[in-house]
Protein backbone atom coordinates (compact mmCIF):
# COMPACT_ATOMS: atom_id res chain seq x y z
CA UNK A 1 0.00 0.00 0.00
CA UNK A 2 1.13 3.38 -0.95
CA UNK A 3 -0.66 5.51 1.60
CA UNK A 4 -2.03 7.65 -0.75
CA UNK A 5 -5.84 7.65 -1.38
CA UNK A 6 -7.01 7.42 -5.00
CA UNK A 7 -8.67 10.73 -5.02
CA UNK A 8 -4.91 12.55 -3.76
CA UNK A 9 -2.94 9.80 -6.35
CA UNK A 10 -4.95 11.09 -9.54
CA UNK A 11 -4.84 14.75 -8.54
CA UNK A 12 -1.14 14.32 -8.76
CA UNK A 13 -1.51 12.42 -12.04
CA UNK A 14 -3.50 15.54 -13.49
CA UNK A 15 -1.12 18.10 -12.15
CA UNK A 16 1.84 16.38 -13.50
CA UNK A 17 0.04 15.96 -16.91
CA UNK A 18 -1.05 19.95 -16.66
CA UNK A 19 1.87 21.19 -15.59
CA UNK A 20 3.78 23.12 -18.22
CA UNK A 21 7.52 22.87 -16.69
CA UNK A 22 9.73 19.79 -17.17
CA UNK A 23 11.45 20.00 -14.42
CA UNK A 24 8.70 20.31 -11.69
CA UNK A 25 6.72 17.89 -13.42
CA UNK A 26 9.34 15.58 -12.97
CA UNK A 27 10.21 16.48 -9.25
CA UNK A 28 6.41 15.63 -8.94
CA UNK A 29 7.13 12.35 -10.67
CA UNK A 30 9.36 11.17 -8.66
CA UNK A 31 8.03 11.92 -5.34
CA UNK A 32 4.61 10.33 -6.28
CA UNK A 33 6.80 7.40 -7.70
CA UNK A 34 8.56 7.07 -4.21
CA UNK A 35 4.93 7.63 -2.77
CA UNK A 36 3.17 4.31 -4.25
CA UNK A 37 6.74 2.48 -3.98
CA UNK A 38 5.47 2.34 -0.41
CA UNK A 39 8.07 5.81 1.03
CA UNK A 40 5.70 6.70 3.90
CA UNK A 41 7.72 10.20 4.27
CA UNK A 42 6.64 10.52 0.43
CA UNK A 43 3.53 10.17 0.90
CA UNK A 44 2.73 12.50 3.28
CA UNK A 45 4.76 14.66 0.81
CA UNK A 46 2.17 14.10 -1.41
CA UNK A 47 -0.41 14.61 0.39
CA UNK A 48 0.69 17.76 1.69
CA UNK A 49 1.37 19.05 -1.94
CA UNK A 50 -1.94 18.08 -3.00
CA UNK A 51 -3.59 19.21 0.15
CA UNK A 52 -5.03 22.40 -2.04
CA UNK A 53 -4.02 25.51 -3.77
CA UNK A 54 -1.94 28.42 -2.18
CA UNK A 55 -4.89 30.60 -0.41
CA UNK A 56 -4.84 33.66 -2.71
CA UNK A 57 -4.70 36.18 0.31
CA UNK A 58 -4.90 40.12 0.30
CA UNK A 59 -0.98 40.06 -0.18
CA UNK A 60 -1.57 37.64 -2.86
CA UNK A 61 0.62 34.11 -2.94
CA UNK A 62 3.06 32.71 -0.23
CA UNK A 63 4.65 28.82 0.43
CA UNK A 64 7.51 26.61 -0.63
CA UNK A 65 8.89 26.60 -3.74
CA UNK A 66 7.68 23.23 -5.17
CA UNK A 67 5.73 21.18 -7.76
CA UNK A 68 1.96 21.16 -7.03
CA UNK A 69 -1.14 22.98 -6.67
CA UNK A 70 0.21 23.96 -2.84
CA UNK A 71 3.73 25.33 -3.94
CA UNK A 72 5.10 28.07 -5.81
CA UNK A 73 5.95 27.11 -9.35
CA UNK A 74 5.81 28.32 -12.75
CA UNK A 75 2.00 26.65 -13.17
CA UNK A 76 0.56 28.25 -10.13
CA UNK A 77 2.00 31.29 -10.67
CA UNK A 78 0.47 30.77 -15.06
CA UNK A 79 -2.88 29.88 -13.29
CA UNK A 80 -3.26 33.22 -10.89
CA UNK A 81 -1.93 35.75 -13.87
CA UNK A 82 -4.54 33.94 -15.69
CA UNK A 83 -7.25 34.72 -12.60
CA UNK A 84 -5.77 38.30 -12.53
CA UNK A 85 -6.36 39.33 -16.29
CA UNK A 86 -9.99 37.71 -15.62
CA UNK A 87 -10.41 40.17 -13.06
CA UNK A 88 -8.83 42.95 -14.37
CA UNK A 89 -10.99 42.63 -17.90
CA UNK A 90 -14.42 41.81 -15.59
CA UNK A 91 -13.59 45.31 -14.24
CA UNK A 92 -12.60 47.74 -17.21
CA UNK A 93 -8.78 47.09 -17.16
CA UNK A 94 -7.81 45.76 -20.48
CA UNK A 95 -4.97 47.08 -21.94
CA UNK A 96 -3.92 48.79 -19.24
CA UNK A 97 -0.32 49.54 -17.94
CA UNK A 98 0.85 46.33 -15.56
CA UNK A 99 3.99 46.57 -14.05
CA UNK A 100 5.84 43.13 -12.84
CA UNK A 101 8.94 43.16 -10.66
CA UNK A 102 11.07 40.32 -8.52
CA UNK A 103 13.71 39.94 -6.06
CA UNK A 104 16.63 37.24 -6.08
CA UNK A 105 15.35 34.65 -4.55
CA UNK A 106 14.86 30.92 -5.94
CA UNK A 107 12.35 30.99 -9.04
CA UNK A 108 11.76 34.85 -8.95
CA UNK A 109 13.17 35.04 -12.29
CA UNK A 110 10.96 32.08 -13.97
CA UNK A 111 8.19 33.03 -12.14
CA UNK A 112 8.19 37.13 -12.99
CA UNK A 113 8.27 35.68 -16.91
CA UNK A 114 5.46 33.70 -16.21
CA UNK A 115 3.59 36.29 -15.02
CA UNK A 116 4.42 38.91 -17.33
CA UNK A 117 3.64 36.39 -20.23
CA UNK A 118 -0.08 35.88 -19.35
CA UNK A 119 -0.94 39.41 -19.29
CA UNK A 120 1.47 39.86 -22.55
CA UNK A 121 -0.81 37.20 -24.24
CA UNK A 122 -3.94 38.85 -22.70
CA UNK A 123 -2.97 42.17 -24.24
CA UNK A 124 -1.76 44.68 -21.56
CA UNK A 125 1.28 46.71 -21.84
CA UNK A 126 3.33 45.09 -19.64
CA UNK A 127 6.32 46.58 -18.07
CA UNK A 128 8.92 44.01 -16.60
CA UNK A 129 11.55 45.71 -14.56
CA UNK A 130 14.87 45.31 -15.46
CA UNK A 131 16.67 43.25 -12.42
CA UNK A 132 15.61 42.04 -8.54
CA UNK A 133 14.39 45.27 -7.17
CA UNK A 134 12.72 45.97 -3.76
CA UNK A 135 9.20 45.74 -3.57
CA UNK A 136 8.44 49.77 -3.38
CA UNK A 137 10.23 50.41 -6.18
CA UNK A 138 7.32 48.68 -8.05
CA UNK A 139 4.53 49.58 -5.83
CA UNK A 140 5.90 53.54 -6.44
CA UNK A 141 6.16 52.59 -10.50
CA UNK A 142 2.45 51.54 -10.25
CA UNK A 143 1.75 55.00 -8.85
CA UNK A 144 4.36 56.81 -11.70
CA UNK A 145 3.15 55.06 -14.40
CA UNK A 146 -0.84 55.26 -13.53
CA UNK A 147 -0.92 50.95 -14.05
CA UNK A 148 -3.87 49.25 -13.49
CA UNK A 149 -1.69 46.41 -11.42
CA UNK A 150 1.57 45.46 -10.12
CA UNK A 151 2.97 41.93 -9.23
CA UNK A 152 6.01 41.44 -7.58
CA UNK A 153 7.37 38.52 -6.82
CA UNK A 154 8.92 37.94 -3.65
CA UNK A 155 8.24 36.05 -0.39
CA UNK A 156 9.60 39.14 1.87
CA UNK A 157 11.12 38.21 5.28
CA UNK A 158 9.57 34.53 4.98
CA UNK A 159 12.46 31.35 5.38
CA UNK A 160 14.80 30.63 1.89
CA UNK A 161 12.76 28.05 0.76
CA UNK A 162 9.79 30.24 -0.20
CA UNK A 163 8.58 32.72 -2.89
CA UNK A 164 5.41 34.46 -3.31
CA UNK A 165 3.64 36.67 -5.68
CA UNK A 166 2.49 39.99 -3.77
CA UNK A 167 -0.22 42.04 -6.39
CA UNK A 168 -0.94 45.56 -5.98
CA UNK A 169 -3.92 47.58 -8.02
CA UNK A 170 -4.23 50.60 -9.42
CA UNK A 171 -3.00 53.85 -6.98
CA UNK A 172 -0.42 51.01 -5.80
CA UNK A 173 -2.46 49.66 -2.98
CA UNK A 174 -2.83 45.91 -1.71
CA UNK A 175 -6.00 44.70 -2.38
CA UNK A 176 -8.76 43.97 0.12
CA UNK A 177 -12.00 41.82 0.96
CA UNK A 178 -13.72 41.09 -1.16
CA UNK A 179 -11.18 41.74 -4.05
CA UNK A 180 -9.30 38.87 -3.03
CA UNK A 181 -12.00 36.33 -2.73
CA UNK A 182 -13.13 37.47 -6.04
CA UNK A 183 -9.44 36.77 -7.34
CA UNK A 184 -9.11 33.37 -5.91
CA UNK A 185 -12.65 32.45 -7.33
CA UNK A 186 -10.81 33.50 -10.79
CA UNK A 187 -8.12 31.50 -10.04
CA UNK A 188 -10.06 28.41 -9.20
CA UNK A 189 -11.88 28.86 -13.09
CA UNK A 190 -8.37 29.27 -15.16
CA UNK A 191 -8.23 25.92 -16.17
CA UNK A 192 -4.93 24.08 -16.60
CA UNK A 193 -2.09 25.51 -16.60
CA UNK A 194 -0.52 24.26 -19.76
CA UNK A 195 -3.61 26.04 -21.60
CA UNK A 196 -2.97 29.04 -20.40
CA UNK A 197 -2.27 31.42 -23.52
CA UNK A 198 1.60 33.16 -23.18
CA UNK A 199 3.48 35.50 -24.91
CA UNK A 200 6.71 37.13 -25.05
CA UNK A 201 5.91 40.50 -25.67
CA UNK A 202 6.16 42.47 -22.69
CA UNK A 203 8.83 45.24 -22.34
CA UNK A 204 11.39 45.23 -19.99
CA UNK A 205 11.98 48.70 -18.45
CA UNK A 206 15.46 50.09 -18.73
CA UNK A 207 17.37 51.17 -15.99
CA UNK A 208 17.02 54.81 -15.71
CA UNK A 209 13.37 54.19 -14.79
CA UNK A 210 14.26 53.65 -10.89
CA UNK A 211 15.40 57.03 -11.03
CA UNK A 212 12.56 58.55 -10.27
CA UNK A 213 12.03 56.42 -7.15
CA UNK A 214 15.28 57.30 -6.16
CA UNK A 215 15.08 61.07 -6.69
CA UNK A 216 11.58 61.07 -4.83
CA UNK A 217 13.61 59.30 -1.82
CA UNK A 218 16.69 61.44 -1.97
CA UNK A 219 14.42 64.60 -1.80
CA UNK A 220 12.75 63.46 2.14
CA UNK A 221 14.91 64.67 4.71
CA UNK A 222 13.69 67.80 6.11
CA UNK A 223 17.00 68.81 8.13
CA UNK A 224 20.21 69.64 6.45
CA UNK A 225 22.53 68.31 8.86
CA UNK A 226 24.22 65.18 7.17
CA UNK A 227 27.15 64.38 9.71
CA UNK A 228 25.81 60.65 10.34
CA UNK A 229 27.88 57.09 9.96
CA UNK A 230 25.54 54.75 8.95
CA UNK A 231 25.74 50.62 9.04
CA UNK A 232 23.46 48.67 7.25
CA UNK A 233 22.44 45.25 6.33
CA UNK A 234 19.83 44.17 3.34
CA UNK A 235 20.30 40.80 4.76
CA UNK A 236 21.05 38.89 1.58
CA UNK A 237 17.94 40.78 0.27
CA UNK A 238 17.60 42.95 -3.16
CA UNK A 239 17.55 46.41 -1.10
CA UNK A 240 21.67 47.05 -0.56
CA UNK A 241 22.55 48.90 -3.83
CA UNK A 242 19.00 50.91 -3.72
CA UNK A 243 19.48 51.87 0.00
CA UNK A 244 22.66 53.24 -0.06
CA UNK A 245 22.47 55.08 -3.71
CA UNK A 246 19.25 56.83 -1.51
CA UNK A 247 21.14 57.63 1.15
CA UNK A 248 23.80 58.85 -1.33
CA UNK A 249 21.91 61.57 -3.25
CA UNK A 250 20.20 62.34 0.07
CA UNK A 251 23.94 63.56 1.11
CA UNK A 252 24.72 60.57 3.35
CA UNK A 253 28.03 59.47 2.53
CA UNK A 254 29.20 57.60 5.38
CA UNK A 255 27.84 54.31 4.83
CA UNK A 256 28.90 51.08 5.95
CA UNK A 257 27.39 47.48 4.89
CA UNK A 258 27.51 44.41 6.42
CA UNK A 259 29.68 42.50 3.88
CA UNK A 260 28.46 38.97 4.49
CA UNK A 261 24.90 40.00 3.56
CA UNK A 262 25.74 42.87 0.95
CA UNK A 263 24.50 40.85 -2.31
CA UNK A 264 21.14 39.16 -3.08
CA UNK A 265 21.64 35.47 -2.00
CA UNK A 266 18.31 33.08 -2.20
CA UNK A 267 19.82 30.89 0.81
CA UNK A 268 20.41 33.22 3.16
CA UNK A 269 23.25 31.62 4.65
CA UNK A 270 24.45 33.88 8.02
CA UNK A 271 20.36 34.09 8.86
CA UNK A 272 17.51 30.94 8.68
CA UNK A 273 14.64 33.41 8.98
CA UNK A 274 15.65 36.50 7.46
CA UNK A 275 13.16 38.81 9.82
CA UNK A 276 15.21 41.54 11.58
CA UNK A 277 12.82 41.26 14.45
CA UNK A 278 14.48 37.48 14.63
CA UNK A 279 16.55 36.83 17.19
CA UNK A 280 20.14 37.21 16.11
CA UNK A 281 18.99 38.48 12.85
CA UNK A 282 20.78 41.75 13.37
CA UNK A 283 23.86 40.38 15.50
CA UNK A 284 26.55 41.23 12.31
CA UNK A 285 24.66 44.45 11.86
CA UNK A 286 25.38 45.39 15.52
CA UNK A 287 29.11 43.96 15.22
CA UNK A 288 29.37 46.17 12.08
CA UNK A 289 28.08 48.99 13.75
CA UNK A 290 30.08 48.76 17.23
CA UNK A 291 33.14 48.25 15.41
CA UNK A 292 32.74 51.46 12.92
CA UNK A 293 31.61 53.68 15.60
CA UNK A 294 28.30 54.39 13.58
CA UNK A 295 25.73 56.42 15.00
CA UNK A 296 22.96 54.73 13.75
CA UNK A 297 22.20 51.15 12.17
CA UNK A 298 19.79 50.03 9.63
CA UNK A 299 18.47 46.44 8.96
CA UNK A 300 16.31 46.56 5.58
CA UNK A 301 13.83 42.89 5.04
CA UNK A 302 14.90 40.99 2.30
CA UNK A 303 12.79 42.72 0.05
CA UNK A 304 13.48 46.18 1.34
CA UNK A 305 9.76 47.33 2.70
CA UNK A 306 10.63 46.85 6.16
CA UNK A 307 13.36 48.85 8.21
CA UNK A 308 14.49 48.10 11.61
CA UNK A 309 16.89 50.47 13.76
CA UNK A 310 19.73 50.00 16.51
CA UNK A 311 21.19 52.98 18.65
CA UNK A 312 24.22 53.08 21.19
CA UNK A 313 22.46 53.00 24.49
CA UNK A 314 23.96 55.19 26.86
CA UNK A 315 26.06 52.17 28.07
CA UNK A 316 27.55 52.18 25.12
CA UNK A 317 26.01 49.24 24.14
CA UNK A 318 24.03 48.89 21.07
CA UNK A 319 19.81 47.75 21.13
CA UNK A 320 17.42 47.66 18.05
CA UNK A 321 14.73 50.23 18.86
CA UNK A 322 11.17 48.65 18.86
CA UNK A 323 8.99 49.04 15.62
CA UNK A 324 6.52 51.57 18.06
CA UNK A 325 9.68 53.48 18.95
CA UNK A 326 10.54 54.02 14.98
CA UNK A 327 7.39 54.70 14.09
CA UNK A 328 6.55 57.46 16.43
CA UNK A 329 9.83 59.05 16.28
CA UNK A 330 9.39 58.90 12.55
CA UNK A 331 5.90 60.07 12.95
CA UNK A 332 6.81 62.92 15.16
CA UNK A 333 9.50 64.06 13.11
CA UNK A 334 7.24 64.78 9.88
CA UNK A 335 4.54 65.73 12.00
CA UNK A 336 6.75 68.41 13.17
CA UNK A 337 8.25 69.54 10.05
CA UNK A 338 5.05 69.40 7.74
CA UNK A 339 4.33 71.56 5.43
CA UNK A 340 0.41 72.37 5.96
CA UNK A 341 0.01 74.63 2.78
CA UNK A 342 0.97 71.21 1.05
CA UNK A 343 -1.33 69.17 3.60
CA UNK A 344 -3.90 71.06 5.01
CA UNK A 345 -5.49 68.35 6.75
CA UNK A 346 -3.34 65.84 7.45
CA UNK A 347 -3.96 62.43 8.81
CA UNK A 348 -1.84 59.94 10.66
CA UNK A 349 -2.61 55.86 11.51
CA UNK A 350 -0.95 53.17 13.09
CA UNK A 351 -2.80 49.60 14.01
CA UNK A 352 -5.15 48.58 17.20
CA UNK A 353 -2.19 46.56 18.47
CA UNK A 354 0.52 49.34 17.97
CA UNK A 355 1.34 52.03 20.65
CA UNK A 356 -0.86 54.06 21.71
CA UNK A 357 1.90 56.76 21.67
CA UNK A 358 0.75 58.10 18.16
CA UNK A 359 -2.71 59.37 19.08
CA UNK A 360 -1.45 61.32 21.76
CA UNK A 361 1.21 63.18 19.41
CA UNK A 362 -1.33 63.53 16.80
CA UNK A 363 -3.31 65.38 19.29
CA UNK A 364 -0.35 67.26 19.92
CA UNK A 365 0.19 68.48 16.67
CA UNK A 366 -4.12 68.83 15.99
CA UNK A 367 -4.35 66.53 13.07
CA UNK A 368 -6.27 63.73 12.76
CA UNK A 369 -5.66 60.28 13.58
CA UNK A 370 -7.07 56.62 13.06
CA UNK A 371 -6.37 53.08 13.89
CA UNK A 372 -7.12 50.50 11.52
CA UNK A 373 -6.79 46.89 11.42
CA UNK A 374 -3.80 45.22 11.02
CA UNK A 375 -1.77 45.14 7.61
CA UNK A 376 -0.45 48.21 4.81
CA UNK A 377 -3.92 47.50 2.85
CA UNK A 378 -5.71 48.68 6.43
CA UNK A 379 -3.42 51.50 7.26
CA UNK A 380 -3.29 53.16 3.50
CA UNK A 381 -7.19 53.14 3.65
CA UNK A 382 -7.09 54.99 7.24
CA UNK A 383 -9.72 57.72 7.56
CA UNK A 384 -12.24 57.95 4.76
CA UNK A 385 -11.49 54.11 3.81
CA UNK A 386 -9.40 56.20 1.08
CA UNK A 387 -6.57 57.42 3.17
CA UNK A 388 -7.12 61.03 1.89
CA UNK A 389 -4.85 63.29 3.11
CA UNK A 390 -2.41 60.95 5.33
CA UNK A 391 0.96 61.70 5.68
CA UNK A 392 2.05 59.57 7.59
CA UNK A 393 1.16 55.38 8.50
CA UNK A 394 3.07 52.61 10.74
CA UNK A 395 2.82 49.26 11.80
CA UNK A 396 4.24 47.89 15.14
CA UNK A 397 5.86 45.14 12.98
CA UNK A 398 9.00 47.76 11.59
CA UNK A 399 6.71 48.82 8.75
CA UNK A 400 6.45 52.12 8.20
CA UNK A 401 5.06 54.24 5.12
CA UNK A 402 6.49 58.03 5.12
CA UNK A 403 5.34 59.42 2.18
CA UNK A 404 2.41 58.31 0.67
CA UNK A 405 1.79 60.01 -1.66
CA UNK A 406 4.31 58.10 -3.49
CA UNK A 407 4.85 54.71 -1.99
CA UNK A 408 0.78 53.63 -0.90
CA UNK A 409 2.29 50.71 0.98
CA UNK A 410 5.39 49.78 3.85
CA UNK A 411 8.91 51.15 2.11
CA UNK A 412 11.88 50.26 4.29
CA UNK A 413 13.98 52.60 2.03
CA UNK A 414 12.25 55.51 2.25
CA UNK A 415 11.84 55.46 5.87
CA UNK A 416 15.89 54.30 6.31
CA UNK A 417 16.48 57.91 4.45
CA UNK A 418 14.01 59.57 7.25
CA UNK A 419 15.62 58.19 10.15
CA UNK A 420 18.91 59.33 9.12
CA UNK A 421 17.70 62.73 8.48
CA UNK A 422 16.05 62.85 12.18
CA UNK A 423 19.65 61.15 13.45
CA UNK A 424 21.57 63.72 11.79
CA UNK A 425 19.47 66.42 12.70
CA UNK A 426 19.60 65.26 16.69
CA UNK A 427 23.38 64.34 16.53
CA UNK A 428 24.29 67.98 15.17
CA UNK A 429 22.38 69.59 18.05
CA UNK A 430 24.51 67.22 20.23
CA UNK A 431 21.66 64.86 20.78
CA UNK A 432 20.66 60.95 19.72
CA UNK A 433 17.23 59.53 19.22
CA UNK A 434 17.09 58.08 22.59
CA UNK A 435 16.40 62.16 23.57
CA UNK A 436 14.07 62.38 21.37
CA UNK A 437 12.16 59.44 22.85
CA UNK A 438 13.08 60.89 26.08
CA UNK A 439 11.04 63.87 25.14
CA UNK A 440 8.15 61.75 24.05
CA UNK A 441 7.73 60.17 26.90
CA UNK A 442 7.93 64.07 29.06
CA UNK A 443 5.53 65.11 26.90
CA UNK A 444 3.20 62.19 26.62
CA UNK A 445 4.00 59.92 28.89
CA UNK A 446 6.07 57.18 29.00
CA UNK A 447 4.61 54.27 27.09
CA UNK A 448 6.31 50.94 26.95
CA UNK A 449 5.31 47.48 24.75
CA UNK A 450 5.86 43.99 24.06
CA UNK A 451 4.29 40.82 23.15
CA UNK A 452 3.55 37.44 24.12
CA UNK A 453 3.12 34.47 21.88
CA UNK A 454 1.64 30.87 21.81
CA UNK A 455 2.86 29.24 19.09
CA UNK A 456 0.06 25.91 18.56
CA UNK A 457 0.55 22.26 17.36
CA UNK A 458 -2.97 21.97 16.71
CA UNK A 459 -5.02 25.13 14.76
CA UNK A 460 -8.55 24.35 16.40
CA UNK A 461 -6.51 25.44 20.00
CA UNK A 462 -6.49 28.92 18.34
CA UNK A 463 -10.15 29.22 18.28
CA UNK A 464 -10.95 27.67 21.20
CA UNK A 465 -8.40 29.69 23.38
CA UNK A 466 -9.80 32.46 21.99
CA UNK A 467 -13.70 31.26 22.86
CA UNK A 468 -12.28 31.07 25.95
CA UNK A 469 -11.29 34.04 26.62
CA UNK A 470 -14.14 35.62 24.99
CA UNK A 471 -16.28 34.06 27.76
CA UNK A 472 -13.92 34.13 30.80
CA UNK A 473 -11.67 37.54 30.57
CA UNK A 474 -9.73 38.30 33.24
CA UNK A 475 -10.91 41.50 34.89
CA UNK A 476 -8.00 42.38 36.65
CA UNK A 477 -4.21 42.28 35.94
CA UNK A 478 -2.06 43.01 38.70
CA UNK A 479 -3.91 45.10 40.61
CA UNK A 480 -5.56 46.88 38.17
CA UNK A 481 -9.15 46.30 37.12
CA UNK A 482 -9.98 46.08 33.29
CA UNK A 483 -12.59 45.69 30.91
CA UNK A 484 -12.39 43.56 28.19
CA UNK A 485 -14.23 44.08 24.56
CA UNK A 486 -14.55 41.95 22.04
CA UNK A 487 -14.12 43.19 18.36
CA UNK A 488 -15.58 40.56 16.49
CA UNK A 489 -17.07 40.49 13.74
CA UNK A 490 -15.19 43.23 12.40
CA UNK A 491 -11.55 41.61 13.99
CA UNK A 492 -10.66 38.57 15.54
CA UNK A 493 -9.13 39.93 18.87
CA UNK A 494 -9.69 40.67 22.19
CA UNK A 495 -8.63 44.12 23.69
CA UNK A 496 -8.48 44.49 27.77
CA UNK A 497 -7.93 48.25 28.87
CA UNK A 498 -7.56 49.33 32.34
CA UNK A 499 -5.82 52.25 34.24
CA UNK A 500 -2.24 52.76 32.18
CA UNK A 501 -2.50 49.47 30.48
CA UNK A 502 -3.96 47.59 27.42
CA UNK A 503 -3.51 44.22 26.15
CA UNK A 504 -5.05 43.15 22.72
CA UNK A 505 -5.07 39.30 22.21
CA UNK A 506 -5.51 37.96 18.33
CA UNK A 507 -4.78 34.99 16.61
CA UNK A 508 -1.67 35.33 14.32
CA UNK A 509 -2.72 36.41 10.31
CA UNK A 510 0.48 34.57 9.38
CA UNK A 511 1.75 31.68 11.73
CA UNK A 512 -0.03 29.14 13.89
CA UNK A 513 -0.19 31.53 16.88
CA UNK A 514 -1.94 33.54 19.20
CA UNK A 515 -0.17 37.09 19.86
CA UNK A 516 -1.20 39.28 22.64
CA UNK A 517 0.02 43.04 22.09
CA UNK A 518 0.79 44.72 25.72
CA UNK A 519 1.29 48.00 26.45
CA UNK A 520 1.88 50.19 29.82
CA UNK A 521 1.63 54.19 30.11
CA UNK A 522 2.78 56.07 32.53
CA UNK A 523 2.71 59.82 33.30
CA UNK A 524 6.29 61.69 33.94
CA UNK A 525 5.81 64.72 36.05
CA UNK A 526 9.13 66.25 35.07
CA UNK A 527 11.94 64.93 32.85
CA UNK A 528 14.22 64.46 36.48
CA UNK A 529 12.10 61.81 36.72
CA UNK A 530 12.24 59.48 33.88
CA UNK A 531 14.58 57.38 34.95
CA UNK A 532 12.49 56.10 38.41
CA UNK A 533 9.27 56.68 35.73
CA UNK A 534 11.12 54.07 33.02
CA UNK A 535 12.17 51.98 35.87
CA UNK A 536 8.43 51.59 37.26
CA UNK A 537 6.89 51.27 34.21
CA UNK A 538 9.64 48.52 32.83
CA UNK A 539 9.09 46.69 36.06
CA UNK A 540 5.23 46.73 35.44
CA UNK A 541 5.45 45.50 31.87
CA UNK A 542 7.32 42.27 33.08
CA UNK A 543 4.69 41.37 35.55
CA UNK A 544 2.02 42.19 32.97
CA UNK A 545 3.92 40.10 30.41
CA UNK A 546 4.01 37.04 32.71
CA UNK A 547 0.56 37.12 33.80
CA UNK A 548 -0.79 37.18 29.77
CA UNK A 549 1.93 34.25 29.04
CA UNK A 550 0.02 32.26 32.07
CA UNK A 551 -3.68 33.82 30.79
CA UNK A 552 -2.70 32.13 27.20
CA UNK A 553 -0.79 29.19 28.48
CA UNK A 554 2.52 29.80 26.95
Known sequence: MSGLAPDVRDAAFRWIADDPDPDTRAELQAVLAAALAGDGTAAADVRDRMAGALAFGTAGLRGPVRAGPNGMNRAVVLRTTAGVVDWLRGHGRTGGVVVVGRDARHGSAAFGAAAAGVLAAAGFDVRMLPRPLPTPVLAFLVREWDAVAGIQITASHNPPADNGYKLYLDGGTQIVPPTDRQIEQAIARAGAAVAVPTAESWTTVPEPAVESYLDRVAALPRGSARELRIALTPMHGVGGATAVEA???????????????????????????????????????????????????????????????????????????????????????????????????????????????????????????????????????????????????????????????????????????????????????????????????????????????????????????????????????????????????????????????????????????????????????????????RERATARLAALRAEVARLLGA
Request: with cysteine; hydrophobic share 45%; proline share 7%.
Open 247 to 533: LRRAGFHDVHLVVAQAEPDPDFPTVPFPNPEEPGATDLLLDLASTVDADIAVALDPDADRCALAVPDRDGTWRMLRGDETGVLLGAHILSTLDRSAHPDPLVATTIVSSSLLRSVAAAHRVRYDETLTGFKWLVRAGDGAGTGLVYAYEEAIGHCVDPDAVRDKDGISAAVLACDLAATRKAAGQTLLDALDELAVAHGLHLTTQVSLRVTELSRIASLMAELRENPPDRLGAVPVTAENLLPEVDALRLTGDGLRVMVRPSGTEPKVKAYLEVVEPVPAKEELPAV
